[in-house]
């Protein structure tokens, strides 16, 4: 099993900034990419960005590109990143970080997932 821990997320103005940070545990060997989701209430969980670990290929989804960054801990290479600015109201959500033994941006074919972060964007 591979465990998750998410942290960073917290209420901040619109254009602020915030900088989630998880971190694997376990049979962190099988990952091959870790993405982060995030959920907004009485909406579907949704797809925010991704990581292919071997490649360090970034994928996005249309509504966060140039706002967001995912990045990598090289020194830790079970610690992944998404770096928010200007974040904007409808970004509120609680953000999912979660991996996968293969590049997708499906959620269901992310087999593990942290708990989950708060982020509140107010306007």
């Known amino acids: 099993q591979v465990q998750l821990v998410e942290s960073g997320g917290g209420l901040v103005q619109a254009g602020g900034s915030l900088r989630l940070s998880c971190a694997a545990s376990?049979?962190?060997?099988?990952?091959?990419?870790m993405g982060w989701f995030r959920q907004a209430p009485g909406k579907e969980r949704e797809f925010v960005a991704a990581?292919?670990?071997?490649?360090?290929?970034?994928?996005y989804t249309d509504s966060v590109k140039g706002r967001f960054t995912i990045s990598r801990d090289n020194a830790k290479n079970t610690a992944v990143y998404l770096q928010m600015n200007s974040l904007k109201p409808e970004d509120t959500a609680v953000y999912y970080c979660a991996v996968a033994d293969r590049g997708t941006i499906v959620a269901g074919a992310y087999e593990y997932w942290g708990q989950g972060t708060q982020v509140t964007v107010s306007s």
């Open positions: 990581i292919i670990w071997s490649a360090g290929t970034r994928i």
């Open positions: 376990g049979r962190t060997f099988s990952v091959s990419t």
